[in-house]
């Protein structure tokens, strides 16, 4: 499960606007990469394409987060 705050959706929203991207055209990509001082670097990025092993939750306001 995924919550998303009121405060972090207009924060996500913001920062795709700054890209010229919008939650109608673009998901938000999130993961978990091998790297940085732990060991795992977390990754957030905004793109327009699907796996059939990603899942795929809807926040309010219709953003899509993508999860690998």
């Known amino acids: 499960m995924i919550t998303v705050t009121e405060k ?3 924060h996500i929203i913001s920062l795709m606007m700054e890209e ?3 939650p109608d055209t673009h ?3 999130v ?3 091998g790297g940085g001082c732990s060991g795992l670097a ?3 990025d905004f793109d327009t394409t699907t796996d059939p092993t ?3 939750v809807t ?3 219709g953003l899509k987060i993508v999860v690998d």
């Open 42 to 44: 977390y990754t957030m």
């Open 54 to 56: 990603d899942e795929i």
């Open 27 to 29: 998901n938000l990509r």
């Open 20 to 22: 010229g991207v919008t």
């Open 31 to 33: 993961g978990v990469k």
């Open 59 to 61: 926040a309010d306001g």
């Open 8 to 10: 972090a959706l207009n």
